[in-house]
């Protein structure tokens, strides 16, 4: 099993940042990637940001390219997510996973408010 903890959520202004990080433990060599996922009130899950630590390549959704940018520390086993020029589309809980083919690991999440 993996275990993931977010932290760095909070209340900020559109236009400002915030950086959310994760920490994972447990079998964390099973989990080739780490990513970012959030669900809006009312709204499906969807995919923000995620890493693959074999090559460092980085995926993002189409709303958030070259807003946010996932970073991590493969021996430390913690990724992060620095996001710039928040939204308030942008508010959500926002949860960290972890997998091979697919996100078989979730973290409990950490609330995203940007106020307009």
């Known amino acids: 099993q993996v275990q993931l903890v977010e932290s760095g959520g909070g209340l900020v202004q559109a236009g400002g940042s915030l950086r959310l990080s994760c920490a994972a433990s447990?079998?964390?060599?099973?989990?080739?990637?780490m990513g970012w996922f959030r669900q809006a009130p009312g709204k499906e899950r969807e995919f923000v940001a995620s890493?693959?630590?074999?090559?460092?390549?980085?995926y993002y959704a189409d709303s958030v390219k070259g807003r946010f940018t996932i970073s991590g520390d493969n021996a430390k086993n913690t990724v992060f997510l620095q996001m710039n020029s928040l939204k308030p589309e942008d508010t959500a809980v926002y949860y960290c996973?972890?997998?091979?083919?697919?996100?078989?690991?979730w973290g409990q999440g950490t609330q995203v408010t940007v106020s307009s």
């Open positions: 890493i693959n630590w074999s090559g460092g390549n980085t």
């Open positions: 996973a972890a997998g091979n083919t697919g996100w078989p690991y």
């Open positions: 447990g079998r964390t060599f099973s989990s080739r990637a």
